[in-house]
């Protein structure tokens, strides 16, 4: 089995930072992707962050500039450092993985359970 656990959600004011972590652990041969969505009240999910094992990284259009994706990947550990914080960055933020399980070297999606991430205004 494999777990993504999420932590450094909170509340901030507008304009101030946040960091968040995700460590995967478990039946792991292999993380080929991690990033970040998020999902407010009435709306989709969306794509915020996301990176490569290689380094490549991609970004919403609205997080550009304010927020950065980085990997550890000796640790299964993916950060958002968030910056600049809006009170439409207000969601539940969302760590995913895609990654290679060692028992059957087969490719699967893997979710975390979320961190609540509030901006006041």
């Known amino acids: 089995q494999v777990q993504l656990v999420e932590s450094g959600g909170g509340l901030v004011q507008a304009g101030g930072s946040l960091r968040l972590s995700c460590v995967a652990s478990g039946n792991i041969f292999r993380i080929d992707s991690m990033g970040w969505y998020r999902q407010a009240p009435g709306k989709q999910r969306e794509l915020v962050a996301g990176?490569?094992?290689?380094?490549?990284?991609n970004y919403t259009d609205s997080v550009k500039g304010r927020f950065t994706i980085s990997r550890d990947n000796a640790k299964n550990t993916v950060y958002l450092q968030m910056n600049s914080l809006k009170p439409e960055d207000t969601a539940v933020y969302y760590c995913?993985?895609?990654?290679?399980?060692?028992?059957?070297?087969?490719?699967?999606?893997?979710w975390g359970q979320g961190t609540q991430v509030t901006v006041s205004s």
């Open positions: 990176g490569t094992s290689i380094g490549d990284t």
């Open positions: 995913n993985a895609e990654l290679m399980l060692s028992s059957n070297l087969r490719k699967y999606m893997y």
